[in-house]
């Protein structure tokens, strides 16, 4: 029995040729972070109240799709959704919709704490913001340069994606298949950006990557277990870049992004829609509680029998242990237990 | 392989005193839907067309707490959810936050087939729903002067900004509290004859061994605005898979944290349980003090409720000829 803290900053497909000005900010906020928690549960916070406090502070970090960072709508605004549960009570909070809310994870467990509900969002969830004196800002606060750019690159992908439209897909799959084909396709229309020396097909996958590879990525979520073996998570998201206005995605969804029991706190990143359907987080817990599997087996399981490269989770267990399995090319994470073991990756280490 | 399988609810919970002839306007309705799904199954209709129909029909009654007929927000609008899944693939349509759209349950098969997403709220649904074309009315379709006259009750009562947890007092001098007094039973922190639950939902299995799940409500009487409950939430209201479709019912803060519809999946799933198994189970174990109730139907033409509750409206056919329209235990 010992503490444990894990964090995640996305999952998704983050190219081998991230740039150092995209990768090394990042690890630095997973470090800062990480070591923020860690201090945290040194001094015997709750693990609610570490989970929050690490969530803030990845929201508060611009590179991550989160609080400021936050990826755009379809209209260039931000809408953010966030949720948060303790395990031993499996009380927890969720918000979506928040446009003014400078740490929704906070907002969510003030739902948790302070409304009958579970789950406030839009317009009613902004009001009982401010009934409750949160800090709000203007909503520009979060949008920085990067995602208005990001956003472009998504709309000029989505008309030429128009041609995909005849095939009529249904299936999310095609539509992300068609989606990435057409990311590629748009690289070839952006040539004013890039000086092609190589032949098309490999500078092609370059762009793609340059362009657009971490652009869906950033979810930020914490699992934390403390000395007394108190479970809590946290998840908090900006959505999808491009997504229509009003979508819900997995994060807030108790269950899907977010989940905790006494035997595990899961928070799971990645394609929204496919998390949902395969209520991801709940089902770590699923397998644990009537299979009996262990903590890293259950993830594992959940995430291997997603489909391929939509789901990355954290986990961790009452009696300290960690997972951060992940179906993707990469995830942003770190971890750390008592016995002094820690961790700061992205991609597979195999 | 079984036959087709249905059954619907009209929610969980219901005041021991209510009138007969509410009791029986309730069964003629459950009945009217049953049958209605029932002829939609026999002409081969998917089980997901199937609950989409029937949970439209049960919306456009204005007897149940879903479309027209909603609860009422604490500022006197309606905000309705709905959401429906697909076993075989698992894909599933929500929606949240619908002020003008007659069938909400249509737009969230919408959501499920027209866009990239899985769930769409508020102004961005109500966008999306005209951009598809479907039906709309004004907000005062929805509302009934019986809810009108709950939500003033509920307000008296002031109850449910209180923790649910804590017993009401101090409510001798107002009508809700006579109510209250009258009928002791409590349902997220409301008297029972004020508290309007009669979310509804429908589940099938066709004969192609499909199943599927639908669930349409108004949320709960004097609510904030901007809550979401159980209803939209796949997993929580809702759920379907290859092996069975679920839709729950009552208080929806206990089914969203015992993730109430996808249990059952998952104890069928992982512990091998047969569905009327998995749905006692899940009511015993899963909701702690929690309060509700959930119709299911398995891959093979099994039909099963559960509830704990006092009553739940519903109705359960299968192809073998068996039927029942039943309230309480």
């Known amino acids: 029995m010992g503490w444990a803290i894990a964090l995640h900053g996305g999952a998704g497909d983050i190219p081998l040729s991230l740039p150092p000005e995209r990768r090394l900010p990042r690890e ?95 317009d009613g969830a902004e009001a009982f913001a401010r ?95 403390d000395n007394h073996g108190n479970l809590a998570t946290a998840t908090s998201t900006g959505g999808l870049v491009n997504k229509m206005v009003g979508r819900i995605g997995d994060t807030p969804v108790i269950g899907a992004g977010t989940y905790a029991n006494n035997l595990c706190a899961v928070s799971a990143t990645g394609k929204g829609e496919a998390i949902i359907r395969c209520t991801v987080a709940r089902d770590v817990a699923a397998l644990m509680e009537f299979k009996g599997l262990s903590l890293e087996e259950a993830a594992a399981s959940v995430v291997e029998s997603a489909p391929i490269g939509t789901v990355g989770l954290v986990a961790v267990s009452p009696s300290g242990e960690v997972t951060m399995p992940f179906n993707t090319t990469g995830m942003f994470r770190a971890c750390a237990t008592e016995d002094g073991y820690s961790e700061i990756g992205i991609w597979s280490s195999r | ?120 709220a508020f102004a961005g649904a109500e966008e999306f729903a005209r951009n598809q074309g479907v039906e709309l009315v004004d907000n005062d379709y929805f509302i009934t002067e019986d809810n009108v006259g709950m939500l003033k009750l509920a307000k008296e009562a002031n109850s449910i ?47 192609e061994g499909r199943c599927a799940a639908a669930t349409s409500t108004g949320g709960l009487m004097n609510k904030m605005t901007g809550r979401i409950g159980d209803s939209p939430l796949i997993g929580a209201g809702t759920y379907a898979c290859d092996l069975c479709g679920v839709s729950c019912t009552g208080e929806g803060e206990a089914i969203i944290r015992g993730t109430l519809a996808r249990e059952v999946g998952a104890v069928m799933e992982y512990k091998g349980l047969g569905l009327q198994e998995a749905v006692d189970y899940v009511v015993k174990e899963r909701l702690d003090e929690g309060k509700a109730g959930l119709i299911a139907v398995s891959n093979n033409g099994e039909v099963a409720c559960g509830f704990n509750t006092n009553g739940m409206f519903r109705g359960i056919a299968s192809e073998d000829g068996f039927m029942e329209v039943a309230i309480w235990e």
């Open chain 2, 1 to 120: 392989m079984g036959g087709w399988a249905i059954a619907v609810h009209g929610g969980a919970g219901v005041d021991p005193n209510l009138p007969t002839e509410r009791q029986e306007e309730a069964k003629h309705l459950l009945t009217h839907c049953l049958n209605l799904g029932i002829s939609a199954l026999r002409s081969n209709l998917s089980a997901i067309d199937v609950v989409e129909l029937v949970v439209r029909e049960l919306e456009t009654d204005p007897l149940f707490n879903s479309g027209r007929g909603s609860a009422l927000t604490e500022k006197g609008t309606v905000e309705m959810e709905a959401s429906i899944m697909d076993g075989p693939k698992r894909r599933c349509g929500a929606v949240s936050g619908i002020t003008t759209v007659k069938n909400p349950i249509s737009l969230a098969r919408l959501v499920m087939e027209k866009s990239p997403h899985s769930y769409l």
């Open chain 1, 131 to 225: 009934e409750q004196g949160v800090d709000t800002v203007d909503s520009t606060h979060f949008i920085t340069p990067e995602n208005i750019e990001r956003l472009k690159h998504a709309k000029e992908a989505n008309r030429v994606q128009v041609s995909f439209s005849r095939f009529s897909v249904s299936d999310i799959n095609l539509y992300n298949t068609a989606l990435f084909l057409s990311f590629q396709l748009v690289t070839l229309y952006m040539t004013g950006q890039i000086d092609y020396t190589q032949p098309i097909q490999k500078e092609v996958k370059v762009e793609t990557h340059a362009a657009d590879g971490d652009s869906q990525i950033g979810t930020v979520g914490c699992v934390a277990v």
């Open chain 2, 161 to 207: 900004l209180f923790d649910y947890r804590i017993p009401i007092v101090g409510l001798e001098t107002c009508s809700a509290g006579a109510a209250a007094t009258e009928s002791p039973l409590q349902m997220n922190g409301l008297p029972i004859s004020v508290y309007t639950p009669e979310t509804v939902g429908c589940v099938v299995v066709d004969k």
């Open chain 1, 28 to 122: 630095d906020a997973l470090r800062h972070c990480l070591n923020i928690g860690v201090n945290a549960l040194k001094s015997h916070q709750h693990a609610l109240d570490v989970v929050e406090l690490v969530v803030r502070e990845l929201e508060n970090h611009p590179n991550f799709n989160a609080g400021r960072g936050s990826v755009l709508t379809s209209s260039g605004t931000v809408e953010m959704e966030a949720c948060i549960m303790d395990g031993n009570t499996k009380r927890c909070g969720a918000v979506s919709g928040l446009t003014t809310v400078v740490n929704p994870i906070s907002l969510a467990r003030l739902v948790m704490e302070k409304t009958p509900h579970i789950y406030l969002a839009f």
